[in-house]
């Protein structure tokens, strides 16, 4: 069917082809710059913009309170979410240097400015600036590498109210074994829900195996231990688990993944964002070609703001259009089922895009 | 006690089975494509252990940054690379998280081909993503030239003799001897490909420049718009129009990409789609270089007869 679209369309455009290749149409050559400017010792510089549509069924701020687009009940409404700015350079023979700052309509802030050693003996490598906490698969990424347009509901209520970062040193070890092992061991001050900035020790340790040519498996174990003061403690714990299967010739693959985050607070009062608590999200997304992917996701977390107490639940369903590797445009529809039958839909319509030399992103 | 030390034991055998077999070999060489591997394995032979980060299936631009390929630089005593941004979507995250201080850019262990030989498709004027995802650069897939693949082995012998000198001697002159085997198969090639000299081809993506240049082809176009971009039914008719008018009797296209736009427009104008293997080991037949450059020739002769 869509080869008989494309030969009809193709047929249409011959005929107007014809008239504009008699004529000799031919567009000049343009002149001007250095085709090798990146070479120049400049960094690698990018912006990558976000802007969504929201239409939501519910007051999301105050009855699922998060992260993310959001709106009015019932009223359309157009956000400008985030530049961010990336310079990206190996700065000496010893170090690279990663530096994002976030442009929102509440703030400029710097998400990340680390250095990154290059050549430490033993398979060690160290991190030091402000960076995301090395603490489970999701909230080290940016939300541009996201299937989906927001977090899970879990990371806002147990880790951060956005991400769980701060500065310090993360010092990693990729370990002499044949699967893929790397341990962390940061120390960063975090404030995770704004506030006093405390001393905060993280642990990962993650392994990926090759279960075939196509396949790979992924697991993950993260803790933290956050300083409340006066001998009193905040602990995290996570497990994340990734499934990915991408046949070597092509571009389709089909992703399953998902994390477990739990919070229990040790020793003293419990502050106010929040108790002891666990959440969980799962999600599996199909790319199927370089252009079009969907995704379904479930989450599960301890419900917030105005809700009842009890927990929350939702459903999200994506479909990713990637009209080139730097223009994106997706729809995503959410479904919150909330304590007390508190219901309702959430829909965005997002579209972002890349400009300038941007890393590779993470697996 | 003793059931926990035939864990151990039992623990340690299973890791020493797991690991990939190491051969007496002096170095470990990594390759980001196939074909750089198949040269690093004729100049190299036992002497080194070569090892491809990507399949000869795979679109080299699209490979996942997957961490168990960092696991195989880690130990790496070379890294070949092709450069010009082919690599650039997954590699340096990779050699970042390999932790191997002597593959990194310009480290005693990296050698990157695509300097190494006379570039083509370098744009001119003003390089932007209006002309979609090129490699300002020049093009990278200069392995399509049995010249400069000669030229790349040459460059990979002379690293591997700074890294072991020892092998020094073996590794030019097995390189000698791969120069005369290929420059023997490039005389019957060439012999081949003589009545085809000026024939125009269009192509998926911009891939054959080197070939082209070598085989006195010529381009009449691609598939692709702009390079990474997909065909707009616009583009295809246009494709027609040029296929019928300058007599374009084949569309070539490697055997990872869809070939929907190319059927149709081979339909419409009565040109032939060849598919060939992106690389060595994209098809059962061309499991080393000389006969990947096989089955190209083969192909493309078959294909225009």
Known sequence: ?363 | MHSLRSILAAAVAALALAAPAQAAAALRVITTTEGLASLAREVAGDRAQVESLSRGVQDPHFVDANPILAVKLRAADLLVDVGLDLEVGWLPPLVNQSRNAAIQPGGPGRLTAGGLVGLLDLPTGPVDRSRGDLHPAGNPHVLTDPRRALQVAQAISLKLGELDPAGAAVYADRTAGFTRRLQADLARWQAELKPLAGRKVLTHHRTLSYFFDWTGLQSAGELEPRPGTPPPPAHLASLVTLARREGVKAIITENYYDTRSDDLVARLSGARVIVIPGDVGGDPQARTYQAYLELLVRRVVEGLR
Do not use: C
Not at chain 1, 46 to 54: D, P, Q
């Open chain 1, 1 to 363: 069917m869509r080869t008989l679209l494309l030969a009809g369309l193709v047929g249409f455009g011959l005929a107007a082809h014809a008239a504009q290749a008699q004529e000799g149409h031919a567009v000049p050559p343009p002149g001007g710059a250095n085709p090798l400017a990146r070479l120049l010792l400049m960094p690698d510089l990018s912006a990558i913009a976000s802007f969504a549509a929201v239409l939501d069924g519910y007051e999301v701020g105050a009855l699922s309170p998060r992260d993310g687009p959001q709106g009015p009940s019932g009223k359309l409404t157009f956000l400008f979410q985030e530049l961010e700015v990336g310079l990206q350079a190996v700065i000496d023979p010893y170090a690279r240097a990663d530096v994002f700052i976030s442009f929102t309509p509440a703030e400029v802030a710097v998400e990340e400015a680390y250095l990154t050693t290059l050549g430490l003996p033993a398979g060690l490598q160290l991190r030091a600036g402000r960076f995301f906490s090395p603490f489970g698969r999701l909230n080290p990424t940016h939300p541009h590498t996201w299937d989906f347009l927001d977090a899970p509901l879990a990371r806002g209520r147990l880790l951060a109210a956005e991400t769980l970062a701060g500065p310090g040193l993360d010092l990693s070890w990729l370990a002499p074994l044949p699967w893929f092992v790397e341990v962390h061991l940061a120390a960063q001050s975090t404030a995770p829900y704004g506030g006093e900035e405390r001393l905060t020790g993280v642990g990962r340790v993650s392994q990926f195996f090759a279960l075939s040519d196509a396949t790979t498996l992924g697991l993950g174990l993260s803790a933290a231990r956050r300083d409340e003061g006066t001998g009193a403690a905040r602990d995290l714990a996570g497990v994340d688990l990734l499934v990915k299967v991408r046949p070597p010739a092509g571009r389709a693959y089909a992703k399953l993944e998902g994390e477990l985050y739990t919070r229990r607070y040790r020793g003293a009062a419990v502050p106010t964002d929040g108790g002891d608590g666990w959440g969980a999200w799962a999600q599996l997304f199909w790319r199927q070609d370089a252009y079009l992917g969907y995704g379904v996701r479930w989450e599960r977390a301890p419900a917030g703001g105005g809700a009842a107490p009890g927990t929350e639940q939702r459903w999200s369903a994506v479909g990713d259009w990637f009209l080139t590797e730097f223009q994106r445009v997706g729809l995503q529809v959410a479904r919150s089922e909330r304590p007390g039958g508190a219901d309702g839909w959430e829909a965005v319509l997002h579209a972002g895009f890349i400009l300038g030399a941007h890393g590779a992103h993470p697996f």
